[in-house]
């Protein structure tokens, strides 16, 4: 481009004379090099620079936002330093270029977003004072429509998550449950954030919009509503990361099935595992399907059982844990709730070799283990009960230390459906289907009654009575002995409508796993 350059004299002593130059200009936030106010001569005489030099210099401090040394080559620099302070910080979110021609003093200014680029040209005034050439400043430097006082601002309009949490509030992908994350991603494609809107505008002193120079709507997606609640969400996290070793608690809405939580701790994320895939044995806590095989073969919760501290079976023998025994020599005989409360290992290893080879199986699917969910936007595996010809086999499946597997998740599911009367129909992203293989019939309603009491006993004077100021629990303890490792520690139980398992793998015991759920629990309310 051929520069156009006009001279005329300043004020009446003539001791300041202007160019005005057109030149295009390209500004990079990349830095480059030094401005040099000085130039040598062959003889090494400095030299006064010209005006484009100097319009060079000020293009190069302008595009690095150095402030100071761009205020500094104009004629204003108090009023330069505030104006270039504000526009850098208001268009922070943008990134600026310009570049000058080669010989004039037309500048092209880009100021460049995601979504939107406001191009345009800004000539320069060059005056000179005291044998120095100057950016003459005012606003319109930044920007020709400026007028004094404006500035430029970046604006971006949150295009919105396509998640929300069960009540409709936004939620970030930071909240989702890490268990689930990947799998929600999947569900709705991977991509959970909507496009947010930008906008260039000119504004005023007091930050208000005067015009919109560039402009960028955005785009909002379709939401998808998990059914994940933040609270619940927060509280069982919390829980499971005041435990010292591995832990995790899976919470559901008992009458509905929808997913409230899944927390893990980075001990148990180590293992490898999930909470809604892993299988784990599920030691006492399976009590309450031998109880309900029971109780739909002819037993009541008042029903007499005998609790010796030890019971042989075939060629096994089965203790209790501890000293534990109830009843009076020789017969030990109890009550059914009394040994439930107790979780007396010897009374249901004798129930389970009493039933039939497939009783366990089948009552175990009435409450749900074993039943296969195809929940969109989470895998899940509840679990599985074998069938048990053997005596012996059925005896220990009994107290939950034979082949048993189930995993936190199929457990919650387990204590939902005595609740609820039926086992729910998991839901993790509202409006997705689940859909249910080998889901059966529930237990009959009189049963389900009974053992809830004998759950709420369990959490008034049974194994888990340090719940017991907490009213409405109902819950089961279990300890998984393990081939190698400390015992597994179990609490599974509801509160209200929401359903819980906690497994804190190789505990030892289940006393922490109570206190895990009564943290949780109390925070919930």
Not at 53 to 58: E, F, L, P, T
Request: glycine residues 10%; charged residues 15%.
């Amino acid at each position: 481009m051929q520069s156009k350059t006009r001279w005329w004299i300043l004020g009446t002593g003539g001791t300041a004379v202007v160019a005005v130059v057109s030149v295009a200009a390209y500004l990079l936030l990349a830095p480059g090099p030094p401005s040099k106010y000085v130039t040598s001569s062959p003889a090494n005489q400095p030299q006064p620079l010209t005006a484009n030099d100097v319009a060079r210099d000020y293009v190069q401090s302008f595009s690095t936002l150095d402030v100071a040394a761009a205020a500094a080559l104009t004629d204003n620099p108090t009023a330069a330093t505030a104006a270039l302070t504000t526009v850098y910080k208001n268009m922070s979110g943008a990134r600026l270029s310009a570049s000058l021609t080669s010989d004039g003093v037309t500048v092209d200014v880009d100021w460049r977003a995601t979504k939107v680029d406001a191009v345009y040209q800004v000539p320069l005034k060059m005056v000179q004072s005291n044998g120095k050439w100057l950016v003459h400043w005012s606003d319109a430097v930044i920007e020709p429509e400026l007028t004094p006082g404006q500035s430029l601002a970046f604006h971006t309009t949150p295009g919105g998550s396509t998640l929300t949490d069960r009540d409709g509030k936004p939620l970030a992908l930071d909240a989702v449950p890490k268990s689930v994350k990947a799998g929600v991603q999947q569900a709705i494609g991977g991509d959970l954030q909507a496009v947010d809107g930008q906008a260039i505008a000119i504004v005023d002193s007091a930050g208000k919009d005067v015009k919109t120079l560039e402009n960028f709507d955005g785009a909002k997606k379709a939401a998808y509503a998990l059914t994940i609640d933040a609270g619940t969400q927060d509280a069982a996290q919390k829980a499971v990361d005041g435990f010292t070793g591995a832990a995790t608690l899976v919470a559901i809405q008992a009458s509905t099935g929808e997913i409230l939580a899944v927390a893990t701790n980075t001990l148990f994320d180590n293992g490898g595992q999930s909470p809604l895939t892993g299988t784990f044995p599920p030691g006492s806590t399976f009590k309450i399907v031998t109880a309900t095989a029971g109780l739909e073969h002819g037993l009541s919760e008042k029903s007499t059982v005998s609790c010796p501290n030890t019971v042989h079976i075939g060629p096994r023998t089965i203790p209790n844990e501890g000293t534990l025994q109830l009843g009076a020599a020789p017969d030990y005989n109890t009550a059914l709730h009394s040994a439930f409360a107790a979780s007396c290992n010897t009374t249901f290893a004798q129930i389970a070799a009493n039933l039939g080879a497939d009783d366990l199986p089948t009552a175990a699917k009435q409450l749900g283990l074993g039943v296969d969910f195809d929940i969109p936007g989470v895998t899940t595996n509840t679990g599985r009960v074998d069938s048990a010809p053997d005596q012996v086999d059925r005896a220990v499946d009994g107290f939950g230390q034979g082949t048993d597997l189930t995993s936190p998740f199929g457990m919650a599911v387990v204590a939902a459906t005595v609740h609820n009367g039926q086992v729910p129909t998991p839901v993790l992203i509202r409006g997705q289907q689940t859909t249910a293989n080998g889901k059966t019939a529930p237990p009959s309603a009189s049963v389900l009654a009974q053992v809830r009491d004998m759950m709420r006993e369990v959490c008034t004077t049974g194994t888990a009575r340090g719940l017991a100021s907490l009213p409405n629990t109902f819950g089961k303890t279990g300890t998984a002995e393990v081939d190698t490792g400390a015992a597994h520690g179990w609490f599974v139980g509801y509160r209200g409508d929401v359903a819980f398992a906690v497994l804190l793998p190789h505990a030892n015991t289940s006393g922490p796993a109570v206190d895990v759920a009564g943290t949780f629990l109390r925070a919930i309310g």
